[in-house]
């Protein structure tokens, strides 16, 4: 006992430097990586970014099932078409969705879209509202034509629901003077 | 002899207590104020001796009960350090991670004046080396040669080989027209873009054709130009 009480005294003081330096820079270290972790948790653009890749997928897929039909059970086409669109588009679909069916039916054909490429023109986070350019390779069979391959060009308005985004619009980007 | 034991242990106890307790509680303070709190009562020959000489038993066992709380305290302390250690590790693990996202590295749209030079940049050239008028094809070959670079300046010689033939012999004008481009990809110096064409083609006392295309195209800024290095039709 006699032999350990002596250093015990002169002991904390020098821990006790030691153990302020370490907390110090613990303390530092936590509040920098603190800094940089609220510094890009809050980055404005990492929002706009994601939300734009958000718009790139929903465009490339629902341009892509609007493209598509399947001549054996076109009212689930129909049914996914409608699960595409939002607003006016929605509803002009909607509401030709059972002569569109039949006609379909009728015609017995069958396409099958792959969009080859497309590109985010124009986002607005704040109205939730974007537009997409897309180009697409149909293959169309069972008509009377037979099978053939289209090329396809569109700009789609897209708006953002509840459910993600959705297409409001899509127009065909026709060659200018070409009448079609 | 035996109150100055005493007196020695009071004073040992006194001094090594706010010291202690300093250091337990607040870590980063007694860096400053932890030395001249110890130093005042700066433990006399007399406390020492005293104290090795004969530690009374009640005296002992206070300490020991001191000592436990004191090394609780201790390990209290290391144990939140560690904590903040690690969690401020996590902190720059997560940092980076959305500093590096994907999403980030892409900038277009993000950053709206790079994505609108790119797209000007690649939609002029596009017009320029897809027109060529039969007065003079070498216009066409010289805007080539300094819009296209890499593998575009391969793919478009060989187009243009077969067409400039054509262009003298049947005296023919296309124009192209760049109907919307879109940029998919920007990052750095590197850009991909979806570009829509129409290409009008008009041979003498004919009236023009026009046919549309798509290309996927592939840029890179060189010297503050950008210039296409790929072209892919869609």
């Known amino acids: ?180 | 002899m035996s109150r100055d034991s005493t007196a020695g242990t009071a004073v040992t106890a006194r001094e090594q207590d706010p010291a202690e307790r300093a250091e337990q509680r607040e870590p980063e303070e007694p860096g400053q104020k932890g030395d001249p709190a110890a130093g005042p009562p700066e433990p006399g020959t007399t406390g020492e001796s005293a104290e090795a000489a004969e530690p009374s038993e009640s005296g002992g066992a206070e300490r020991t009960r001191r000592g436990t709380a004191s090394r609780r305290l201790r390990v209290a302390g290391v144990a939140l350090l560690a904590a903040l250690l690690l969690a401020g590790t996590g902190l720059l693990v997560q940092a980076a991670r959305l500093n590096g996202d994907d999403a980030l590295a892409n900038r277009a749209l993000t950053d709206a004046s790079a994505t609108a030079a790119v797209s000007g940049d690649v939609s002029n050239a596009l017009s320029k080396v897809f027109s060529y008028a039969p007065e003079d094809p070498g216009v066409t070959a010289r805007d080539a040669d300094e819009l296209l670079a890499g593998r575009a300046r391969e793919q478009y010689r060989r187009l243009f080989g077969q067409i400039q033939q054509r262009v003298v012999a049947q005296e023919l004008t296309l124009t192209t027209h760049v109907v919307r481009a879109g940029v998919v990809r920007l990052d750095g110096d590197d850009a991909t873009l979806l570009v829509l064409l129409d290409q009008v083609t008009e041979r003498r006392g004919e009236d023009p054709a026009s046919v549309g295309a798509q290309l996927s195209v592939t840029a890179e800024k060189q010297d503050g130009q950008w210039r296409i290095t790929d072209l892919k039709s869609r």
């Open chain 1, 1 to 180: 006992m006699s032999t350990r009480l002596p250093p015990l005294r002169g002991v904390p003081q020098r821990r006790t430097v030691l153990a302020a330096l370490a907390a110090a820079l613990v303390l530092a270290f936590a509040g920098f990586s603190a800094w940089r972790y609220a510094d890009a948790a809050t980055r404005d653009d990492l929002d706009f970014a994601r939300e734009r890749d958000r718009v790139l997928a929903a465009g490339q897929e629902h341009i892509g099932t609007l493209n598509s039909i399947d001549g054996a059970d076109p009212d689930a086409g129909l049914a996914r078409w409608q699960d595409a669109t939002t607003g006016q588009l929605h509803e002009d679909l909607r509401r030709s969705r059972a002569a569109s069916a039949d006609a379909f039916e009728r015609a017995g054909i069958t396409a099958r879209a792959t969009v080859t490429e497309a590109a985010v023109t124009e986002l607005d986070t704040r109205a939730g509202t974007a537009k997409a350019l897309a180009t697409l390779r149909v293959e169309t069979s069972g008509g009377a034509e037979g099978t053939r391959t289209d090329r396809k060009r569109y700009e789609a308005g897209l708006e953002r629901t509840a459910d993600g985004w959705k297409i409001a619009s899509l127009t065909a980007i026709t060659v200018e003077g070409s009448g079609t």
